[in-house]
């Protein structure tokens, strides 16, 4: 399996962004397995941010919960964050997980998010 996030790039305090990870594999990788997002600023620990299980159920950081939803598409097999009332402490690398059926990790690169003004 092979995960490819995109969608970072800079963005202003209070602006908006939506994240994909596209995977590969399977027809049924997306669906079969628990995905989530994480974040590490420079010198930080990797962070998680949001889950969805395989049959959907989301859960979230407290620190990003109403600001940010994850959400999947089973038949393009892409992973989404959308990122809102964003601020410069969200600025990090964002980084998709995939968990499948037989208990293997998966991570793809990243891709960067900053917020400045």
């Known amino acids: 399996v092979q995960l490819q996030a995109s969608g970072g790039g800079l963005v202003q305090p209070g602006g908006s962004l939506r994240l994909s990870c596209s995977a590969s594999?399977?027809?049924?990788?997306?669906?079969?397995?628990?995905m989530n997002w994480y974040r590490q600023a420079p010198g930080e620990q990797r962070e998680f941010l949001a889950g969805i299980s395989s049959g959907g159920t989301t859960n979230y950081a407290d620190s990003v919960k109403g600001r940010f939803t994850i959400s999947k598409d089973n038949v393009k097999k892409t992973l989404y964050l959308q990122l809102n009332s964003l601020k410069p402490e969200d600025t990090a690398v964002y980084y998709c997980?995939?968990?499948?059926?037989?208990?293997?990790?998966?991570w793809g690169k990243g891709t960067q998010v900053t917020v400045s003004s």
């Open positions: 594999g399977s027809s049924f990788i997306i669906s079969d397995s628990d």
């Open positions: 997980n995939l968990y499948d059926k037989y208990g293997f990790d998966y």
